[in-house]
């Protein structure tokens, strides 16, 4: 008699292996997330997590969680990697310094997606057998909040300004919006047949949803809570992600075995790139160019080259990895940081000698406001990449090779930096001697080297 083995992926969708031929089964059950080095990939059928430094694509550790773990989600800072576990109705607590699990949260049944607010203060957990999503307080680790949504919640992604919670419900075919400041429903989008994946834009207003039963990506609006596009991409797609600088959208086809890239200008899919058997999730790094695709079926991640969409490296990692969400991040290591040393600016504190490929720029928000900070070629108004940073925050990018000219959106004024620092306050102008530490070497900046700019000046995303 044939052998089959059966690898259950949330969600209702059953992977059957026979004699080395996989076939995907689309079932309904009755309950149906440079600079930063790591990517955690969750292997759902051995209850551990893989730690992937990117710097070198290897597991550089294997972290027990709890059972059947899914999705995953990083803090913005680095220091914490959020784990859904399906099985055990918990998230596991990983601190990303040590890759040890520090504490596990109960939630709902069959926690699956996952996602950080962009102050690190919330995490969202899609809980999927019974149509909920918990809100955890991340200071206290306890649930303060759990929001009823559409059937089987999967995928879960919070808004740049942390004002809004996307849901893809599998089980209702719909979206669900929640308001961040009262946990209530405000819209429920009808997507497409089966919604499992869900990202945004790095500007906030697209959301895309990956629809496992039609083979297709919706594209919501969500100044209207309107699907304006539906993108026709691989067999039953899982993950969605988007780069950094907002021009492309990946998706990972479970059933065809490779990833679209959708053009967000055009609405179309430009290439596809073949991977490893049935893959899951999707993630890609912060400076956009390395896509990790985890591949459930032969139990190793792809990695792509961005800019050539060829599968430059591909790694073992545990069985089968599912890994939803944006599981890319991690402590920072660079050699070229630098650190303010005594000065007490009440603006924007950026800190960099210079823009030379691979700086690793520190970028603190002291304005009462959230800012858009944006980088362009010199002598260009397109911007190449941008990161949304809430008012209070610090966050920490990397440059890429070439020189650029950076764009401060504060309040409603627009500046513009050419020396690689800027102070301003609630949209004002301000010269400010201070002093940073670049490789053991004081360097004094005079606060001069910016301006103000008209919106027709700034860059475009």
């Not at 290897?58 to 709890?66: A, E, H, L, R």
């Not at 784990?83 to 596990?104: G, P, R």
Request: hydrophobic fraction near 35%; include cysteine; proline fraction near 6%.
């Amino acid at each position: 008699m044939k052998e089959t083995t059966y690898n259950k992926i949330p969600g209702g969708h059953v992977l059957i292996i026979i004699l080395g031929i996989t076939v995907l089964a689309f079932l309904m059950l009755a309950s149906v997330a440079g600079a930063v080095p790591f990517a955690y990939i969750t292997n759902y059928d051995d209850n551990t997590t893989s730690v992937i430094d990117i710097a070198t694509n290897t597991v550089t550790s294997t972290v027990p969680v709890g059972i059947r773990p899914c999705g995953v989600a990083v803090s913005p800072d680095g220091t914490k990697v959020y784990v859904a576990n399906d099985d055990s109705n918990n998230i596991s607590v990983i601190d990303a310094t040590t890759s040890t699990v520090t504490s596990t949260v109960p939630v709902g049944h069959a926690p699956y997606g996952v996602a950080v607010s962009p102050d690190g203060t919330k995490v969202y957990v899609a809980n999927q057998n019974d149509s909920s999503v918990s809100v955890i307080n991340t200071t206290t680790s306890t649930v303060i909040a759990s929001v009823p949504v559409d059937y089987s919640p999967s995928g879960v992604v919070v808004s740049p300004d942390g004002t809004k919670v996307y849901v893809a419900n599998y089980g209702s075919n719909t979206t669900s919006v929640i308001d961040t400041s009262n946990y209530s429903i405000t819209f429920t989008v009808p997507v497409g047949i089966a919604p499992y994946g869900v990202a945004i834009s790095p500007d906030g207003t697209k959301v895309y949803v990956a629809n496992y039963g039609s083979n297709t990506t919706s594209v919501i609006d969500t100044a209207t809570n309107n699907v304006i596009a539906s993108v026709p991409v691989g067999w039953s797609p899982v993950g969605v992600t988007i780069a950094p600088d907002g021009t492309k959208v990946y998706v990972a086809n479970l059933g065809s075995s490779n990833v679209s890239i959708i053009d967000t200008a055009t609405n179309t899919v430009t290439d596809s790139v073949n991977v490893g058997i049935a893959p899951c999730g999707v993630a890609v790094t912060p400076d956009g160019s390395k896509l990790y695709v985890t591949n459930a079926g032969d139990n190793t991640t792809s990695v792509i080259d961005t800019i050539t969409n060829n599968v430059t490296v591909t790694v073992a990692v545990g069985k089968t990895p599912i890994t939803l969400g944006q599981f890319i991040g991690g402590p920072v290591t660079a050699s070229n940081t630098s650190r303010d040393t005594e000065t007490d600016c009440k603006g924007i504190e950026d800190y960099v000698p210079d823009y030379a490929g691979g700086a690793v720029i520190h970028i603190k928000n002291r304005v009462g406001n959230d800012i858009v900070v944006s980088w362009a070629k010199e002598g260009s108004q397109k911007a190449v990449f941008q990161v949304n940073i809430p008012a209070g925050q610090t966050r920490t990018v990397t440059a890429p090779s070439g020189s650029y000219e950076e764009y401060i959106r504060a309040g409603c004024s627009w500046y513009i930096v050419t020396d690689g620092h800027i102070v301003v306050e609630s949209g004002y102008e301000y010269s400010l001697e201070y002093y940073t530490v670049v490789d053991n070497n004081t360097i004094v900046y005079d606060g001069t080297g910016f301006k103000q700019i008209p919106d027709s000046q700034a860059p475009k995303i």
